[in-house]
């Protein structure tokens, strides 16, 4: 089954299909490109959008796995960069303890006043147990 064919209606020789596809895309504008960059392109496009080795294979009429092969490996490892990119990022979650307002930024208030609290009693009282000195009692008074 022939698909495209030269402007004699016969079918395309291998390099005759490549010069003609040259051909196009210079009247495209696209220089950079030829019928293997353009096949390479199709195969890649395929992989990353999930075809197996076996669909690669019946695409682009590849016998073995080898080729094919390549390109899935190439997209599975696309992928995973993409999912692992952000392991390199420092984790902007490491101050979520530290409530930066909404309903839960009225409990710390009112843990950080209790908590300076203790620290006065502590003072005053002479350290967590309570117990104080004579000394400790005299010298808070002078100052």
């Known amino acids: 089954m022939t698909f495209l064919v030269t402007e004699y209606g016969k079918p395309f020789s291998d390099k005759g299909l490549g010069n003609k596809i040259r051909q196009w895309c210079d009247e ?5 490109c030829s019928a293997h960059g353009l096949r390479k392109a199709g195969a890649s496009i395929a992989a990353e959008n999930g075809a197996t080795s076996d669909q690669l294979k019946a695409i682009f009429g590849w016998t073995t796995s080898q080729q094919a092969d390549l390109y899935t490996r190439a997209a599975r490892r696309k992928k995973l960069a993409g999912a692992s990119a952000k392991l390199l990022l420092p984790d902007r ?9 909404g309903s839960h930024s009225k ?3 009112l843990e950080t006043k209790d908590g300076q609290e203790k620290q006065v009693l502590a003072v005053n009282s002479g350290g967590p147990g309570g117990t104080r000195t004579p000394n400790q009692a005299v010298m808070s008074r002078r100052l």
Do not use: I, Q, Y
């Open 107 to 109: 409990e710390w208030d």
């Open 93 to 101: 979650n490491e101050n979520k303890s530290v409530p930066l307002g």
């Open 28 to 32: 495209a504008g696209l220089f950079h």
